[in-house]
């Protein structure tokens, strides 16, 4: 029997546990399915789609102040934020191994006090693909200090030389390339890419520059850096 403190509330595509008095509320995303649930005192909100935004992308200056893990929630890999000081930042997580490895899912919020009940949320979600006998305790210890490279800082250090992400400078404009390219291929090319059999017709000229191989490029980094192009 469920503990009459909690309910489940059920978004279509996913489930979570949250105390009795927050409630859902549907929202309309662009090219994603949005919504939010509330205590009507705090909001988390969530994106679930193909360019919903890591939730590792935090502004350079906020990074100081956030700490990270990454987890497994009922089977899928997890990564979550937690403000330094309880209720002073920004808290969320995103999973993004999807059997769909375009889907990505974020749910976050602002300034909520309460960390722990917001992981237990958080560690509450199954989706379709889910396997809740995969869900380790989430303890504290598990949240490093320094949050992984944004990926522009990711990108500023190892593409800026010769991309943009809007407009053409040496290479091209890279913006919205994770809907061209799947994400494997994009890894491949960046890292091992005589594992690829490029067209001719995508080849350089003899005369133009080669983009460069990362082969010591992860591949999360590499999501990192689609993120911000997204």
Known sequence: MQDPKFHVLDFGPFKLTT??????????????????????????????????RSICN?????????????????????????PNQDGKGEIG????????????????????PGTGMILDIFKSILFAESDSAMNPPLTFEKFNKTIFASGKKIFNDNCASCHNKRWDLTG??????????????????????????????????????????????SREAIERILDYLN
């Open 172 to 217: 091209p404009a890279l913006v919205n390339i994770s809907s061209r390219r799947s994400v494997d291929w994009i890894v491949t090319f960046l890292t091992n890419r005589k594992d690829l059999k490029l067209e001719s017709k995508n080849k350089h000229k003899r005369n133009s520059p080669q983009c460069v191989e990362f082969p010591n490029l």
């Open 93 to 112: 997580m995103s999973i993004e191994n999807f059997k769909d490895q375009q889907q990505k899912f974020v749910i976050s919020g602002h300034n909520i």
């Open 19 to 52: 105390p009795s008095d927050w409630i859902l509320i549907d929202q309309d995303g662009i090219d994603s399915y949005a919504g939010a649930l509330t205590d009507k005192r705090d909001t988390l909100s969530f994106d679930l789609g193909w360019f919903s």
């Open 58 to 82: 935090l502004d350079e200056e906020d990074i100081p102040n956030h700490k990270l893990a990454k987890d497994t929630v009922n089977g899928l890999i997890a990564y979550i934020i937690i």
